[in-house]
């Protein structure tokens, strides 16, 4: 896969985020993982999001999901659109919402494994096989 850089994926996680936001929605963490295991390989992106007011669990529409994939991809780099669409050589985005307080779970494992509590910072990236099952391990239903 192309190297779509952690910038190029900030600047599409703002604009989902006002898709988000005018579903009544707010992303609270995420990360992403290249998952090559398929082919072709393709960005999985994991969500944990909100309700704008309340605590209640998040009610995901379908709708409004696939067009957060849509925007992310289409705020890509034209190289990343390029292999995606022309060449078919990046399978298509997919994105996982976990519940709620999975990304403080991450923090403490990364706490356990040595990782100041004070300097913390979720990373943007993941290959870690142990951090993916915590991660898949907490998809919301």
Same mark, same amino acid.
């Given at each position: 896969? @192309?190297?779509?850089?952690? @910038?190029?994926?900030?600047?599409?996680?703002?604009?989902?985020?006002?898709?988000?936001?005018?579903?009544?929605?707010?992303?609270?963490?995420?990360?992403?993982?290249?998952?090559?295991?398929?082919?072709?390989?393709?960005?999985?992106?994991?969500?944990?999001?909100?309700?704008?007011?309340?605590?209640?669990?998040?009610?995901?529409?379908? /709708?409004?999901?696939?067009?957060?994939?849509?925007?992310?991809? /289409?705020?890509?780099?034209?190289?990343?659109?390029?292999?995606?669409?022309?060449?078919?050589?990046?399978?298509?985005?997919?994105?996982?919402?976990? !519940? !709620? @307080?999975?990304?403080?779970?991450?923090? @403490?494992?990364?706490?356990?494994?040595?990782?100041?509590?004070? !300097?913390? /910072?979720?990373?943007?990236?993941?290959?870690?096989?142990?951090?993916?099952?915590?991660?898949?391990?907490?998809?919301?239903?």
């Amino acid at each position: 896969m @192309e190297a779509t850089t952690e @910038e190029d994926l900030l600047k599409a996680l703002n604009h989902a985020s006002l898709v988000l936001e005018s579903a009544g929605l707010m992303l609270m963490g995420f990360t992403c993982y290249s998952d090559i295991s398929t082919l072709p390989g393709h960005y999985v992106l994991y969500w944990e999001l909100k309700a704008n007011n309340s605590n209640s669990i998040v009610k995901l529409d379908d /709708k409004v999901m696939v067009e957060c994939c849509c925007v992310v991809e /289409k705020s890509f780099d034209i190289l990343y659109r390029s292999f995606r669409s022309k060449y078919g050589s990046i399978g298509a985005l997919e994105v996982r919402v976990v !519940q !709620q @307080e999975t990304f403080n779970s991450l923090m @403490e494992y990364f706490i356990s494994k040595g990782a100041s509590a004070t !300097q913390y /910072k979720t990373p943007i990236c993941i290959n870690s096989p142990e951090v993916l099952a915590i991660l898949d391990g907490q998809i919301a239903k």
